[in-house]
RNA sequence: GCCCGGGUGGUGGAACUGGUAUACACGCAAGACUUAAAAUUUUGUGGCCUAUGGCCAUGCGGGUUCGAUUCCCGCCCCGGGCACCA
């Protein structure tokens, strides 16, 4: 008997594969498609491990097997090659990556091919050829021209250790996910991609998708969305007391303003106007009182308009919002007139103002303004030496002015007040009545102009809070059992719309809180708090209360001072976060909470709202090895785009022209980003540097090399420099099966034809670490190019598959530190790759993790040798049984291939070929047949016996064998049970039916002896199984 | 805390839709071959007992059923995802 060598079987199969082209694909339309996808390698000095072999072994079969089927099927790999690894090698060495990569790429590819996957090597990638990150800059540019790229100062998180941003999904509790280092804030300018534009769409259509379902809900959770409702809560600088003046109009009619001073005293946030047949809310309001006791007014509105007093008349001009970017100089001066001082603030561009052109340049340039915004146009004008020349706008008669909801009287005021809006998000509206305080995260935008405008009179207090916050990593923040922190904003109150909507109730005015339990990156950084019905809420009020308790003698607190917990749901704990009836809550009392939450809503005008977790994504890195970012910054083209000729304003954007470019001269992403333009002769190659390091500053090391950073604007010819930061890892990877479709054409990134052919992956198999970030980024930018047309599906991955992780023998992560990693070279020398294939897919359920044990690769060749030696007992005979085994087998091994069952197909194989091993002969045709079931996961043995039967094509270009309908056995085993209990079985002939069969059974000694004497109630007969007499 | 998985021999793990629990493989033990070892091969291998028979075992406790690893209820433990997410 010849031994089974296999060094010499596996070397000559794979040189004859390779010698054929035997896996080479090419569109036919004549033949279904089939497209097998695993993630391709991430370079690595480590080369191949015993990871990856798990999944490229799994879709090699079913790759081998659809082609067996008739599909023409694409299995292509790459090297996913930019980034850290071999970045920080060549930190170390000084070796330039780009000879890092070509090595690494070489020792996968032996690696690979050495294990006989048959991928299709002429369509090989590798991200950081330039010939392929040429299409990754070609992408992000359409992100760019289309307003998805943005640049925006941000804290970033940036790890100390690699001296570089991370995105947020790249820190795991609050350290580095890559070297496990300290993370902290740092402000940094950084590319973004809106991906959140996308988040409905990448949640809604995993339901397309036949992904695993974990894989589905991994996806949801990172997405994170969740409906609510956004609530508008007032906020009034100066406490209003609980002696109110009566209300002018609580029903809300419209009324006329006739009298000035009683609309200055009377008119409140909730108020809404109507002016020249506009009607009009009001965003944020402001009353000045001056010292002779009279106030004036100024409201900001809804649609960007400014309503102002003007104090000598009985008019108000109305000026509208400016809704650009202005650049502001500050000054100020001294209005001559009034003792007081106002902030004064100088706009460079004022030409548009109710489409007029207001002023001359040259003769009066500047505006004031005497609020404290940065983006509104001022309402009057001064000359040179600051003297008032005009208000702007329009004058509106007072009297032509109707007024609806004029509720509460200010006349009170100590001073002047300010009065503005707050929206929370709450997903639980039905809990409202029982809001006893609002929290606005230490970030929010109102908290720096509340500070600016003195309204916050705790102001050091609060200022010392925000700063301790910022300092705070991360991982303080989400520590867990933390104690809750906040600082109360003195001076502020909010007044709850469910008790101003309904009237003069009791409790009226809320304090307002800041707290960073509060992020301000989720919702609107700002909670209405239900002590009563929310954790975290109950908590951080208990904790206030705390303190306060301590403070008491101290600080003269009063038990009014503190939060009161009301409930408004029924129950007899203190904290109760279900659903019931309501209580305290006004007419809303004995509602059922999911009814109330759609009432309150609309009872204080709350807006629906669906918010995300997700945010957009970072796109630029510190870092030399990556691809760089094809755009280029010019001053000039900057002063271009803000010259407002080149604006397009609000109102003349085409609807629903998201991706459609607007401007023949700039595109889009370059109005967005003013500056910056685009540079379209690609690739924008990687220059070479001398030091690979990133910078302390925090620059990549391409800022350093100067002859590369300073160019010519492509598109004005001025003195321009070239971005200097790189993309991340992610980009190269969230394209790359479009790629492999059309791997070298240099017109486009792959032709529309093919795609039309391949596209989507049929199966796409990889890490579960994968399932999130790359997955979600991936769909991402598939849908984008899906819709600016450039590919034909708007999904990528039909089906989704994740192995589960091999540890060490052990069952620790495999690891250099812990010794216990198994090099596949090693594994192949041994046993060769069929038994290490074999061994892999056996080893465990496919999708869940298994420890490796080395021992089971020595039963893999064991089975091989079985099979090898069957060559030696064939026969010409058919054996009948034989026929029904291998039968049962073939259907087994199909649909277990088709389920990821791998581990019991082979054990099903194993037991065919132990039962033919009992009987000493096979008949060459099974035995054929056999070989061809087996051949997807061991191709170089099954190859190897397919010729030595006398075959001389590959046994990988024949049709999968098919089965016949299950044949029953002739024979039966039927199992006796007694009131469930096995006491016999027997063997029957499968004609019986199942009176007999029962009479078989009670003919049996021990069933009859186990019956007794008790009487038969019934018997059960499942057929061609078991008949169970229960008696009892 | 919420959401997914999972818990079966000494080990990795089987068991379709409620119908013979422990397939297959590793390991272990004994035998054969061998001067010997390795390799190979044969047999055995869940536990317990009063052993040609019987009882108990699929994380724990209940339930439904003629019959439950499988379905239901209540717990415990392990792994993963999300997480002051309002």
Redesign the pocket.
């Known amino acids: 008997m010849k031994k089974y060598d296999h060094k010499k079987i596996e070397k000559k199969h794979q040189q004859n594969w390779e010698k054929d082209g035997a896996y080479n694909t090419k569109e036919d339309k004549n033949k279904q498609k089939y497209y097998c996808l695993v993630e391709f390698p991430y370079a690595s000095g480590e080369g191949l491990h015993v990871g990856h072999v798990r999944g490229y072994t799994a879709l090699d079969i079913i790759a081998r097997k659809k082609r067996m089927e008739g599909f023409n099927v694409l299995y292509p790999i790459g090297l996913d090659a930019f980034g850290l690894p071999t970045e920080n090698y060549a930190i170390k060495t000084g070796i330039n990556p780009k000879i890092i990569i070509r090595d690494i790429a070489n020792t996968f590819r032996r690696q690979l091919k050495s294990l006989g996957f048959s991928f299709d090597w002429s369509r090989e990638i590798n991200t950081s050829d330039p010939e392929y990150y040429k299409w990754t800059q070609w992408i992000f540019l359409q992100f760019f021209k289309h307003g998805f790229a943005y640049k925006k100062k941000m804290p970033i998180n940036w790890c100390v250790d690699c001296k570089i941003g991370l995105a947020?999904?790249e820190v795991?509790?609050g350290v580095c996910e890559r070297c496990g280092g300290q993370v902290e804030k740092k402000e940094k300018e950084q590319w973004m991609l809106a991906i959140t534009k996308y988040a409905d769409r990448l949640y809604d259509d995993l339901d397309k998708t036949e992904f695993l379902?974990?894989i589905k809900?991994?996806q949801r959770?990172?997405i994170?969305r969740?409906s609510?409702v956004l609530i508008s809560f007032a906020l009034a600088t100066t406490q209003i007391g609980a002696d109110k003046k009566p209300q002018i109009n609580a029903d809300g009619k419209i009324v006329l303003i006739t009298n000035v001073q009683e609309f200055r005293e009377n008119v409140n946030i909730d108020s809404k106007l109507k002016i020249e047949g506009r009607e009009f809310s009001i965003k944020e309001l402001i009353k000045f009182k001056l010292d002779d006791g009279s106030f004036y007014l100024k409201l900001f509105l809804s649609g960007g308009y400014v309503l102002a007093d003007d104090l000598n008349s009985n008019s108000f001009i109305l000026v509208k919002e400016k809704d650009t970017n202005l650049k502001i100089e500050e000054d100020d001066i001294t209005f001559e007139n009034k003792k007081y001082s106002f902030s004064y603030k100088a706009h460079a561009i004022a030409e548009e103002v109710f489409g007029e052109e207001i002023f001359k340049k040259g003769e009066s340039e500047t505006f004031w303004d005497y609020t404290s915004g940065n983006n509104y146009l001022s309402l009057g004008i001064v000359d040179k030496n600051k003297k008032r020349l005009d208000f702007l706008g329009k004058t509106i008669k007072a009297d032509k002015i109707e007024v609806t909801n004029l509720r509460e009287s200010a006349s009170n005021l100590r001073s002047s007040a300010t009065f503005t809006k707050v929206n929370?998000?709450?997903?639980?509206p039905d809990t409202l009545f029982g809001a006893t305080y609002l929290?606005l995260?230490p970030e929010h935008e109102l908290i720096r102009k509340m500070l600016d405008d003195r309204s916050i009179e705790n102001k050091k207090e609060v200022e010392k809070y925000i700063s301790e916050t910022a300092k705070k990593k991360d991982i303080d923040?989400?520590?867990?059992n933390?104690?809750?922190?906040g600082v109360e904003l003195k001076g502020i109150k909010a007044i709850n719309p469910a008790y101003r909507q309904a009237g003069p109730l009791n409790k009226k005015e809320i304090p307002v809180f800041i707290a960073?339990?509060?992020?301000?990156?989720?919702?609107?950084?700002?909670?209405?708090a239900?002590p009563a019905h929310?954790?975290?809420?109950y908590?951080?009020a208990s904790q206030i209360n705390a303190d306060n308790k301590t403070q008491m003698g101290a600080d003269n607190k009063t038990s009014a001072d503190r939060i009161e917990i009301i409930k408004v749901i029924e129950s007899d704990q203190n904290l109760y976060t279900g659903y019931g009836k309501l209580i305290n809550s006004g007419k809303f009392n004995g509602m059922e909470s999911e009814k109330a939450m759609k009432e309150i809503t609309k009872f204080v005008g709350g807006e629906l709202k669906t918010?995300?977790?997700l945010r957009d994504w970072i796109f630029s890195r510190q870092r030399y090895w990556g691809e760089p970012i094809p755009l280029v910054f010019c001053n000039e083209c900057k002063k271009r785009v803000g010259n407002s000729k080149f604006q397009i304003p609000n109102s003349k954007k085409i609807p629903n022209s998201k991706l459609q470019i607007q401007n023949q001269e700039f595109n889009k992403g370059e109005l967005l980003n003013p500056g910056w333009v685009i540079d379209e002769k690609l690739p924008f190659e990687l220059p070479d540097v001398k030091k690979y390091e990133p910078t302390d500053t925090g620059e990549s090391p391409l800022a350093s090399v100067k002859k590369w950073v300073n160019v010519k604007c492509p598109k004005c010819g001025a003195d321009a420099k070239r971005e200097t930061d790189t993309m991340p890892n992610w980009a190269g990877s969230s394209w790359y099966w479009l790629r492999y479709i059309d791997s070298k054409n240099d017109k486009e990134f792959a032709s529309m034809d093919k795609l039309k052919y391949w596209t989507p992956v049929d199966w796409y198999n990889g890490g579960?670490?994968h399932t999130?970030l790359h997955l979600l980024y991936s769909r991402f930018w598939h849908k984008f190019l899906f819709d600016i047309g450039l590919v034909p599906t708007d999904e990528p991955y039909i089906k989704r598959t994740s192995h589960?992780m091999i540890l060490g023998e052990g069952?620790e992560k495999m690891s250099k530190s812990k010794g216990n990693v198994i090099n596949p070279d090693d594994i192949i020398e041994k046993f060769g790759a069929d038994s290490f294939r074999l061994y892999e897919m056996?080893?465990?359920?496919f999708?869940?993790?298994?420890?490796w044990?080395t021992?089971?690769v020595?039963?893999?060749?064991?089975?091989i040798?079985?099979v090898y030696?069957l060559l030696e007992k064939l026969t010409n005979n058919e054996s009948e049984d034989v026929d029904n085994f291998l039968n049962k087998t073939i259907k087994k091994v199909e649909e277990d291939i088709e389920n990821m069952?791998f581990?019991?197909a082979?054990?099903?194989m194993?037991?065919f070929?132990?039962f033919v091993?009992n009987k000493n002969k096979i008949s060459k045709n099974n035995y054929k047949k056999f070989l061809k079931i087996l051949s997807p996961f061991a191709p170089h043995v099954t190859e190897e016996l397919w010729l030595e039967t006398g075959e001389k094509e590959s046994i990988h270009k024949t049709k999968w064998p098919e089965y016949d309908k299950i044949k029953e056995d002739k024979n039966l085993?039927i199992?006796v049970?007694v009131?469930?209990?096995?006491?016999d079985?027997f063997i029957i002939d499968s004609n019986l039916d199942e009176s007999q069969i029962k009479d078989k059974a009670l003919s049996s000694g021990?069933v009859l002896?186990?019956i007794g004497d008790k009487e038969i109630?019934?018997t059960?007969y499942?057929r061609g199984?078991?008949i169970?007499i229960?008696t009892?």
Do not use: C
């Not at 933390?482 to 922190?485: M, N, S």
């Not at 020595?858 to 089975?863: C, L, N, S």
């Open positions: 947020n999904e795991i509790n379902e974990k809900v991994q959770n990172w994170g969740s609510g929370v998000f709450t997903t639980r929290v995260a923040r989400m520590a867990e933390k104690i809750k922190t960073d339990y509060v992020l301000d990156s989720y919702g609107t950084g700002a909670i209405m239900v929310d954790e975290r809420d908590a951080f918010i995300y977790s579960m670490e999130t589960g069952g056996f080893m465990g359920p999708d869940q993790h298994t420890s044990n021992n089971g020595v039963g893999m060749i064991r089975f040798e079985k030696g069952k581990n019991t082979i054990s099903s194993m037991v070929v132990n091993y085993t199992v049970q009131n469930g209990k096995i006491r079985k021990i002896r186990w109630k019934k059960i499942v199984k078991l169970n229960v009892i």
